[in-house]
């Protein structure tokens, strides 16, 4: 996969403008979106140049992976900064848009919050889960069912509900 390319201006910020990047790791940099759609709004780039969610496979889920974790100990961070409560699950949104969504052609993560500081058309139309924006967990599971990869927890007794199918020494009595 080719990690730079000339022109792109994503490839740009993430190899040679360290002043706009706000939190950087080994594959992944995270900017603010230019036009911000809530309070805060966060774009995660691949350092690797991948023009969009389509062109991923599951090699892929380990870089899916750390943009989240990377976006997410970001915002946790500025929201502790601004002395405001931690993350509440319910008002945030994480993922990708799909084409024909995509305004530029390199993989970036939209990470959004809160909710409730959206527009209208923002939360229901161009950032609402469905056909042209996913989150990162069901692009993930998509990208694992593709592969024929079982989910990670699969198997796992800890995992399993039904007390009937747990084993013995599993179940309190």
């Not at 040679?16 to 709004?41: F, T, W």
């Not at 390199?106 to 990470?111: G, P, S, T, V, Y």
């Amino acid at each position: 996969m080719v990690t730079s390319v000339a022109g792109c201006r994503f490839c740009e910020i993430a190899h040679h403008r360290k002043e706009v990047q706000l939190r950087s790791k080994e594959r992944c940099v995270v900017i603010e979106d230019i036009n911000p759609k809530a309070r805060y709004h966060f774009l995660v780039l691949s350092k690797t140049h991948i023009p969009r969610p389509t062109d991923l496979t599951a090699a892929d889920i380990p870089l899916i992976e750390e943009m989240e974790s990377t976006g997410r100990e970001l915002l946790r961070a500025t929201l502790k900064a601004n002395g405001e409560a931690d993350t509440v699950e319910d008002m945030l949104r994480i993922g990708f848009h799909y084409p024909p969504m995509i305004s530029i052609n390199h993989l970036h993560m939209h990470l959004i919050y809160p909710l409730s500081t959206m527009g209208l058309i923002s939360r229901t139309l161009t950032f609402r889960p469905g056909k042209v924006f996913k989150s990162t967990g069901q692009v993930v599971e998509a990208l694992r069912k593709a592969a024929g990869l079982p989910h990670p927890l699969e198997g796992n007794p800890a995992k399993n509900d039904n007390a009937d199918e747990l084993p013995a020494h599993a179940v309190a009595n």
